[in-house]
Nanobody, 126 residues
Framework: QLQLVESGGGLVQPGGSLRLSCAAS????????IGWFRQAPGKEREGVSC????????TYVDSVKGRFTISRDNAKNSVYLQMNSLKPEDTAIYYC???????????????????WGQGTQVTVSS
């Protein structure tokens, strides 16, 4: 079966860094676009970043540009989200999700992504 597992979350002080990992099993990432999403309590889910199947196109939500970097290593069947200069506003559960093909949707809702991980908690607090 298709499975995605996130890891790397935790508690960090403002200005700190974390690297999230998204590991895939049951399928190869060569044919899958991967998105990172987050959801904080009381807020709607928002798209954070997206990377197409071969890394040819990368998108970020404005609030994380210059601070977050998405990358992928298809040989390891993994996608990463490097998060630097973290802010309390970044606190959320972070999810990765997979979409068949090589396009990043314009919408940040994630509704077109059919396979989701369980999420990993990121808390930014002093």
């Amino acid at each position: 079966q298709l499975q995605l597992v996130e890891s790397g979350g935790g508690l960090v002080q403002p200005g700190g860094s974390l690297r999230l990992s998204c590991a895939a099993s049951g399928f190869t990432l060569d044919y899958w676009t991967i998105g990172w999403f987050r959801q904080a309590p009381g807020k709607e889910r928002e798209g954070v970043s997206c990377i197409t199947n071969r890394g040819g196109r990368i998108t970020y939500v404005d609030s994380v540009k210059g601070r977050f970097t998405i990358s992928r290593d298809n040989a390891k069947n993994s996608v990463y989200l490097q998060m630097n200069s973290l802010k309390p506003e970044d606190t959320a559960i972070y999810y990765c999700a997979a979409l068949r093909g090589g396009l990043c949707p314009s919408s940040g809702s994630g509704r077109l992504f059919g396979s989701w991980g369980q999420g990993t908690q990121v808390t930014v607090s002093s």
